[in-house]
């Protein structure tokens, strides 16, 4: 029994030291490493693993938490993370941005430009003029001609008043001004000219006689897509009368040629009284606007 009791107590004294070193081995303030060296080490000084420096491309920065050396941060103040630096970031900024807003005007300069004609050598509103041989209005700008134009006419009366059914005509020509006032009321042109007509008629039943002469009337036009309405009232010589007109014309360049009726209604004709005519004419001119 006595050989029994010294053999638990020994075993009581081995489990009391066993736990008092494990307790001492827990509180230790010593460093323990699973490792001595790290397997990856590439040189003295750096490791590719969690060495001093740990190199992510790009540009040459590292996570150095050493305390006693100071961490280089020139490159990190100049350029940003992907290595730009603020020079070139505000050059690429100015590059992007447009040469000028939804309008493309950049400036003042642009904004002037806006209203100047290179093809004129004027503003927009003004006559576009071309180098065409057969446009004549650049030559006469700054003329007495310009802005005008001439227009002769072929012509002799068709339809008649029944009071003059047997009075003979006989071919007549005119020639008309147009005038330099133009008005343009999109798509109408309006302008003003003078008509300088001729007209003879011979009465040959039953007592003869003549009605001849010339006929000064001012006139105003309009013009669409072609079409032309003019009317004006002046001198039958020696009466006074009306005319009036419908035509079609075709232009090509300064130079144009139209078709058209007009009408004629006069005061006096001596013996009958008032009559009138119609004419169908053949026009061509020039026009310099």
């Given at each position: 029994?006595?050989?029994?009791?010294?053999?638990?107590?020994?075993?009581?004294?081995?489990?009391?030291?066993?736990?008092?070193s494990v307790t001492l081995l827990l509180l230790s303030p010593g460093e323990i490493y699973a490792q001595e060296e790290d397997p990856f080490e590439s040189a003295a000084d750096d490791s590719l693993?969690?060495?001093?420096?740990?190199?992510?491309?790009?540009?040459?920065?590292?996570?150095?938490?050493?305390?006693?050396?100071?961490?280089?941060?020139?490159?990190?103040?100049?350029?940003?993370?992907?290595?730009?630096?603020?020079?070139?970031?505000?050059e690429e900024t100015v590059d992007s941005t447009p040469a000028g807003d939804d309008w493309g005007l950049g400036g003042d300069s642009d904004f002037d430009n806006l209203f100047d004609d290179d093809?004129?050598?004027?503003?927009?509103?003004?006559?576009?003029?071309?180098?065409?041989?057969?446009?004549?209005?650049?030559?006469?700008?700054?003329?007495?001609?310009?802005?005008?134009?001439?227009?002769?006419?072929?012509?002799?009366?068709?339809y008649v008043a029944d009071k003059m059914d047997t009075w003979y005509s006989f071919m007549d020509f005119s020639l008309t001004i147009e005038l330099p006032w133009h008005y343009e009321f999109k798509?109408?042109?309006?302008?003003?000219?003078?008509?300088?007509?001729?007209?003879?008629?011979?009465?040959?039943?039953?007592?003869?006689?003549?009605?001849?002469?010339?006929?000064?009337?001012?006139?105003?036009?309009?013009?669409?897509?072609?079409?032309?309405?003019?009317?004006?009232?002046?001198?039958?010589?020696?009466?006074?009368?009306?005319?009036?007109?419908?035509?079609?014309?075709?232009?090509?360049?300064?130079?144009?040629?139209?078709?058209?009726?007009?009408?004629?209604?006069?005061?006096?004709?001596?013996?009958?009284?008032?009559?009138?005519?119609?004419?169908?004419?053949?026009?061509?001119?020039?026009?310099?606007?």
């Amino acid at each position: 029994m006595l050989f029994y009791s010294k053999i638990s107590r020994l075993a009581l004294v081995q489990k009391i030291i066993f736990i008092f070193s494990v307790t001492l081995l827990l509180l230790s303030p010593g460093e323990i490493y699973a490792q001595e060296e790290d397997p990856f080490e590439s040189a003295a000084d750096d490791s590719l693993l969690f060495g001093d420096e740990f190199d992510l491309g790009g540009d040459d920065f590292s996570f150095d938490f050493d305390e006693g050396e100071e961490t280089d941060t020139s490159a990190v103040e100049s350029g940003d993370f992907f290595g730009e630096s603020e020079d070139e970031v505000e050059e690429e900024t100015v590059d992007s941005t447009p040469a000028g807003d939804d309008w493309g005007l950049g400036g003042d300069s642009d904004f002037d430009n806006l209203f100047d004609d290179d093809s004129t050598g004027g503003t927009i509103g003004e006559v576009e003029y071309s180098d065409h041989p057969l446009d004549f209005r650049k030559k006469f700008r700054g003329t007495l001609m310009e802005d005008t134009g001439l227009t002769l006419s072929l012509y002799s009366p068709q339809y008649v008043a029944d009071k003059m059914d047997t009075w003979y005509s006989f071919m007549d020509f005119s020639l008309t001004i147009e005038l330099p006032w133009h008005y343009e009321f999109k798509p109408i042109n309006v302008g003003f000219l003078v008509d300088i007509s001729s007209f003879k008629f011979e009465n040959s039943f039953p007592a003869g006689g003549t009605f001849s002469g010339a006929s000064l009337i001012p006139m105003v036009r309009a013009e669409a897509f072609g079409a032309e309405v003019e009317a004006g009232m002046g001198l039958y010589y020696p009466t006074f009368g009306i005319m009036t007109g419908l035509g079609y014309s075709y232009q090509f360049h300064s130079l144009f040629v139209s078709a058209g009726y007009r009408w004629n209604w006069v005061y006096k004709i001596d013996p009958i009284g008032s009559g009138w005519w119609m004419e169908p004419r053949i026009t061509t001119g020039v026009k310099l606007w």
